[in-house]
T-cell receptor, first 107, second 111 residues
């Protein structure tokens, strides 16, 4: 069965420090993975998807099929990065979300 | 306004009442989705629809009913609300590139 695991519920980092959000998945086919972000009291919005290989707001994520991971990274965290982050796996056009990681960036 | 909207944004109802959450999108996307967001569970799919008059169950469909008579609307009905259905509900639609766009959410409290 497909599954998305985000092992960290809360990640607290200092401004300017690197941040890495872990995401592991289980899926029998070729995965299509996304990161969504939800700022306080706002709707979810797409941050990035693995097929585009873009860097959005300084974030990058690399799909590692051997480790079945899609970790999200940013070298220097900013206060405006404080948000809830969800990793999601697309299967048959539907999204399977992880439980989410709350990121708090403190000055 | 273009985009995806939900109403009401906040709702308090009593156990046993029927309540309908509305979702409207202006893009004519074929696919639409309903999720509930709960701490520790992330977002879980309740129902989805591939087109008008085509709906299917998601991960947690029990206690919910959907319909889709028009492409732009996808209402979600709780036939007899229970406290366990207290949650934040998000509607989404999907474009041809498989990106999902989310509504602002409805915060539902069942007392």
């Amino acid at each position: 069965a497909q599954r998305v695991t985000q092992p960290e519920k809360l990640l607290s980092v200092f401004k300017g420090a690197p941040v890495e959000l872990k995401c592991n998945y289980s899926y029998s086919g070729s995965p299509e993975l996304f990161w969504y972000v939800q700022y306080s009291r706002q709707r979810l919005q797409l941050l990035l998807r693995h097929i585009s290989r873009e860097s959005i707001k300084g974030f990058t994520a690399d799909l590692n099929k051997g480790e079945t991971s899609f970790h999200l990274k940013k070298p220097f965290a900013q206060e405006e990065d404080s948000a809830m982050y969800y990793c999601a796996l697309s299967s048959w056009g539907k999204l399977q979300f992880g439980a989410g990681t709350q990121v708090v960036v403190t000055p | 306004d273009a985009g995806i909207t939900q109403s009401p944004r906040y709702k308090i109802t009593e156990t046993g009442r029927q309540v309908t959450l509305m979702c409207h999108q202006t893009w004519s996307h074929s696919y639409m989705f309903w999720y509930r967001q709960d701490l520790g569970h992330g977002l879980r799919l309740i129902y989805y629809s591939a087109a008008a008059d085509i709906t299917d169950k998601g991960e947690v469909p029990d206690g919910y009913v959907v319909s889709r008579s028009k492409t732009e609307n996808f209402p979600l009905t709780l036939e007899s609300a229970t406290r366990s259905q207290t949650s934040v509900y998000f509607c989404a639609s999907r474009d041809l590139a498989y990106e999902q766009y989310f509504g602002p959410g409805t915060r539902l409290t069942v007392t």
